[in-house]
């Protein structure tokens, strides 16, 4: 009978002590309900020692946890730290401050603490967090309770908030000897080191950036790579370069103490603009692409190449304007704390948890599953288009010079194709490790592993777009033109000749099979710069 009572004890204790919450934030529940509230489970626990069922109610109330009883006030004096009466009546309410929205707007006067917070009193019990200890703020670092019940935090030495819940803080009104009344809070301070790898990933972000600006310098360099593909590619490519450029001064900066709140809001909103500016030029790539192959270019609505890019620009920048402007509005709007708004100053620099997912990585989701699209599309098409040549090639040997021409024509438009596929297949890369990471922040040697990718974008994309015999031979090309190399003729006789073979192209479409119209349609010495043999 002793072992069975001792058993249940055991088990009671065990019980309580993985309860939901503590005693203190609890209430005494009849048929799971209080105040016409039912608990369900993960929200009560059973009482063995008053053999009672309690619901946590601070997962159905805006709790505030207060240092003493009313009344009473806590005296934060050397060597006392201990709960005293109050020197004047309602000397708390007198002190508490309340803020609304990510301004920090004090809402004293309009806003009622006692009608909206379920006030709980006593400190609280910082041995159920791990590695935690009870630490007191330092005048410096005074608090701010907001309407969530949730204590921020600002920290001296960073532009970085800490943010703590009702069963990790308590806020009362302090006094001691050398000051006077004012409120102030203790935490449960978890001691462990801050851990960020903002040295190596700057660096190597820095690293990738100047291959980024070399790959964009031999583009604008070479006469024959500035047509609306290239012009495409280097506003993509520049807008990455704005963006990991600001984003390791940013790094660096918070490494060095040296950044304000203000510099880290304009460096957030300038690496926002430009990390959405350079996914939404990829997906200007990937639809160009498509359209090519699609044959529409025939029409001729879209008018000159100046006048197609300046479209996509429109598209490419206007559309990442918009969702910075609305990012801007909401962190600077009066909109009660929620869930779902940026929090860029009470977070620290740049976009962090739900924000990041919602405003960043949301927006590049729906390019990236947009670029698939248009992928997959122009993958059929090539497969279908492939076909079709061979047929054709098979049954008209009097067009084999014709269909050679646009064999070549196709081969140009497929290896720019696989250009992009390698392209998105890099950044989708590199964005995947950057999601991945931000559930994992303390996998240091994931960190490692992302860090040291960060250097490959940059490099790949060098290797991808210059490091080929044909911009090899552009380059030498270019660099003889420049010296006033005489044997420059020969090349423009070629070019000329090129080009002939173009026009006299249109004149023998008239000749070929509907079947084989698209391959007319397409104004390659428009589009694709001229091969070089």
């Known amino acids: 009978m002793?072992?069975?009572?001792?058993?249940?004890?055991?088990?009671?204790?065990?019980?309580?002590?993985?309860?939901?919450?503590?005693?203190?934030?609890?209430?005494?529940?009849?048929?799971?309900?209080?105040?016409?509230?039912?608990?369900?489970?993960?929200?009560?626990?059973?009482?063995?020692?008053?053999?009672?069922?309690?619901?946590?109610i601070c997962m159905k109330e805006i709790c505030v946890r207060k240092c003493c009883d009313r009344g009473f006030v806590y005296n934060d004096t050397e060597n006392v730290y201990e709960c005293q009466p109050e020197s004047q009546p309602n000397e708390f309410n007198r002190h508490l401050?309340?803020?609304?929205?990510?301004?920090?707007?004090?809402?004293?006067?309009a806003f009622e603490p006692t009608k909206h917070f379920r006030f709980i009193y006593g400190k609280m019990d910082c041995d159920r967090i791990p590695n935690s200890v009870i630490v007191g703020l330092k005048a410096r670092n005074l608090p701010r309770l907001f309407t969530d019940g949730k204590l921020y935090v600002k920290i001296e030495t960073s532009v970085k908030v800490l943010i703590y819940e009702a069963d990790k803080y308590c806020i009362d009104t302090f006094v001691s000897d050398t000051e006077g009344p004012h409120l102030n809070a203790l935490i449960c301070f978890v001691a462990t080191p801050e851990r960020n790898n903002y040295t190596m990933s700057s660096s190597c972000m820095l690293i990738s950036c100047f291959f980024i600006l070399l790959t964009v310098a031999v583009y604008a360099w070479l006469p024959e790579l500035r047509n609306l593909h290239g012009m495409v590619l280097m506003a993509y490519l520049l807008c990455f370069f704005v963006g990991f450029l600001f984003l390791a001064t940013m790094q660096i900066l918070i490494l060095k103490l040296q950044i304000t709140e203000e510099i880290c809001i304009v460096l957030t909103f300038i690496v926002y603009f430009s990390l959405l500016a350079a996914f939404f030029w990829l997906n200007v790539m990937c639809y160009d692409i498509w359209?090519?192959?699609?044959?529409?270019?025939?029409?001729?609505?879209?008018?000159?190449?100046?006048?197609?890019?300046?479209?996509?620009?429109?598209?490419?920048?206007?559309?990442?304007?918009?969702?910075?402007?609305?990012?801007?509005?909401?962190?600077?709007?009066?909109?009660?704390?929620?869930?779902?708004?940026?929090?860029?100053?009470?977070?620290?620099?740049?976009?962090?948890?739900?924000?990041?997912?919602?405003?960043?990585?949301?927006p590049i989701v729906i390019l990236c599953v947009a670029n698939l699209i248009f992928f997959t599309l122009t993958a059929f098409k090539i497969a279908k288009i492939k076909r079709e040549t061979k047929m054709l090639r098979d049954k008209e040997s009097s067009t084999h010079d014709q269909d050679r021409k646009d064999t070549q024509s196709l081969k140009l438009k497929c290896s720019r194709f696989t250009l992009y596929v390698k392209l998105f297949t890099v950044m989708g890369i590199n964005w995947i490790l950057e999601v991945v990471s931000s559930f994992y922040p303390e996998a240091d040697w994931y960190w490692q592993f992302s860090d040291a990718y960060n250097v490959l974008v940059g490099l790949i994309i060098f290797i991808i777009f210059v490091c080929k015999k044909k911009t090899w031979r552009m380059i030498k090309k270019r660099y003889r033109q420049l010296r006033g190399d005489t044997s420059k003729s020969g090349t423009q006789t070629t070019v000329s000749s090129t080009r002939t073979h173009s026009t006299s192209r249109d004149d023998m479409q008239m000749h070929s099979i509907k079947n084989k119209e698209w391959l007319g349609r397409s104004p390659s010495s428009e589009y694709l710069p001229v091969e070089q043999h």
């Open 2 to 56: 002793w072992a069975l009572l001792t058993l249940f004890a055991v088990i009671g204790r065990i019980v309580t002590q993985s309860a939901p919450c503590d005693l203190v934030s609890s209430v005494e529940l009849k048929n799971r309900t209080y105040n016409g509230v039912r608990y369900k489970e993960g929200e009560f626990f059973y009482d063995n020692v008053t053999n009672t069922e309690r619901g946590c």
């Open 97 to 109: 401050e309340v803020y609304q929205g990510s301004s920090y707007l004090a809402s004293r006067g």
């Open 291 to 362: 359209w090519t192959f699609s044959g529409k270019r025939a029409h001729g609505r879209s008018g000159t190449q100046n006048k197609r890019f300046l479209c996509y620009a429109i598209y490419a920048f206007g559309v990442p304007t918009i969702l910075t402007i609305n990012l801007a509005a909401l962190e600077f709007s009066n909109i009660p704390l929620h869930p779902l708004l940026p929090k860029l100053r009470l977070q620290g620099c740049f976009l962090y948890g739900n924000s990041k997912l919602l405003y960043l990585y949301g």
